[in-house]
């Protein structure tokens, strides 16, 4: 590698590093905001809250990578050009395909990140965080020990508690059981105490009523007891964890999928291959980008005031881009043999982009007038 495409690499790396840090965190600090008040909410601890969105960044650091890249490439190729550096390149006889080269380097080394991310690290978060989900909603002491709030541990079941003692004791519950068809129970009680059982936990209630209404008889039973215990193993089994999702399985899984597989995730063939070969084309997409931001700017000519139509061009480029990519997977779940679709968008941005090179090389014209009848040569004649 040259020292000018060191130069400009280590360019493109700097800025890009710096676009992911704050596009990362905008789009993290959006998502934490509601996943804060799900978490908390649901009675767990701030650590709990730490751990789920360290699991979530890797998703959300391969959704930001390639506009950064795209980002990085628009801000320096513009800087340089204000600053005459690649107009100095460009006069010392540089083509635009070479000088393209250090921007082909950098988007190769956003795209082997990408790869890691799509096929290893997030694959890999994915499952970590429905294992831990599938045990924050099995920890039904966690969920349902939050005073003065309707809850809904599972369907058909609302449950109310007005407080919380400091020694664990409920007061004043409240609990709806309407899971059976046609029959709604209702129990009341003064105070209630949430115990582990030899297999499930249990709610001991104390000095209660027991309110049970038949629809089909139009009948209601009222009960008052002393002391009552409620089994919540139909709450653990509500939340019980499912099969897998597609983002949690192997590319190897997904490109060679078995019936096993489509029995457990309920998906289709064609999803699995759609969602496999996304994970080979789509990190290609910060090559393209990288590459779009770069070719576009370098049609402008040298300006004080900027190459802000070139710029406007480049991220409409980027936006038709994209609209091919979700369109083309969009198009590639609907057949088994559609999965080709998923490797449009990369392959029409950097088609565009080496288009733009050729297009940026060719030789301008410039228009010089000739001499007028006005003119001293006019006159002389």
């Known amino acids: 590698m040259s020292r000018f495409d060191r130069y400009l ?5 700097a800025l890009f590093g710096f676009f992911s840090l704050i596009l990362v965190l905008i789009y993290w600090v959006n998502r934490a905001v509601g996943l804060f008040d799900r978490i908390i909410g649901d009675g767990q601890s701030a650590l709990v809250f730490l751990e789920i969105s360290l699991l979530t960044l890797p998703n959300v650091i391969r959704i930001v990578l390639p506009v950064s890249a795209f980002a990085a490439a628009v801000y320096t190729t513009n800087r340089l050009t204000q600053d005459g550096e690649l107009v100095v390149m460009q006069a010392t006889g540089f083509s635009a395909f070479r000088l393209a080269r250090p921007v082909l380097y950098f988007g190769l080394c956003v795209t082997l990140m990408l790869v890691m991310l799509y096929n290893v690290i997030v694959p890999a978060s994915r499952t970590v965080l429905a294992e831990r989900s599938s045990e924050i909603s099995a920890n039904v002491t966690a969920r349902l020990l939050v005073d003065g709030t309707f809850m809904h541990p599972t369907n058909g079941i609302t449950f ?7 020694t664990g004791e409920l007061r004043d519950i409240f609990l709806t059981d309407t899971r059976t068809a046609g029959t709604s129970t209702t129990f009341t009680a003064r105070r209630a105490l949430l115990v582990r059982g030899d297999i499930e936990p249990k709610l001991i209630m104390f000095d209660g009523m027991t309110q ?6 139009k009948r209601l039973s009222v009960v008052h007891f002393s002391d ?7 709450m653990l089994a509500a939340g019980a964890a499912s099969g897998r ?9 997904l490109l060679f999928p078995t019936p096993a597989l489509l029995q457990e995730t309920g998906q289709t063939r064609a999803a699995f291959l759609s969602d496999g070969h996304a994970r080979i084309g789509q990190p290609f997409l910060a090559l393209a980008t990288s590459l779009i931001g ?3 700017l370098l049609l402008g000519a040298f300006s004080r005031f900027g190459l802000w ?9 980027l936006i038709v881009v994209q609209m091919v ?5 969009a198009a590639s779940l609907t057949s088994d043999s559609a999965w080709v679709l998923v490797y449009v968008a990369p392959m029409l941005g950097i088609g565009a982009s080496v288009v733009m090179l050729w297009v940026a090389q060719r030789p301008r014209r410039r228009h010089i007038a000739g001499p007028g009848p006005n003119s001293s040569e006019g006159a002389a004649a």
């Open 245 to 253: 999702s597609l983002e949690e399985l192997s590319t190897a899984e």
């Open 309 to 317: 139509r070139q710029i406007i061009g480049a991220i409409v480029s």
């Open 294 to 296: 770069f070719s576009a």
């Open 9 to 13: 690499l280590s360019q493109f790396l």
């Open 212 to 217: 049970s209404y038949d629809a089909a008889k």
């Open 160 to 166: 109310y508690i007005r407080d919380i003692s400091d």
């Open 228 to 234: 009552f215990t409620y089994d919540l193993g139909g």
């Open 325 to 329: 990519n979700n369109a083309g997977f």
